[in-house]
């Protein structure tokens, strides 16, 4: 198992973690920022305003998103047990 091996395996790794938290990450971010703005026009500070819509919005994408976020995991890891034999030095 060489390092160029290794460092692909880690690249993508870490492009799959990206591509999985971006759907979650892009609906906080913009329910935040929406909920943020409406809350500095009306001046109403409450907590649990600004958490509640972000919590509902996160549920959603994971109920849509999820069999998909869920079939790449899948993906990724049958990819790497085929990977096993040539990285250990086999065929």
Avoid: R, Y
Avoid at 3 to 23: E, F, Q, R, S
Avoid at 65 to 85: C, N, R, Y
């Amino acid at each position: 198992m060489d390092t160029n091996a290794v460092l692909d395996i880690g690249l993508d790794a870490l492009v799959l973690a990206a591509k999985l938290c971006a759907p979650v990450l892009i609906t906080a971010l913009v329910i935040g920022f929406v909920v943020s703005l409406l809350q500095s026009i009306t001046q109403i500070q409450e907590v649990t305003l600004s958490f509640v819509p972000k919590a509902i919005g996160v549920g959603v994408v994971l109920l849509v998103a999820g069999h998909w976020m869920i079939a790449e995991t899948v993906s990724f890891t049958q990819e790497l047990f085929t990977k096993i034999p040539a990285l250990l030095g086999g065929s």
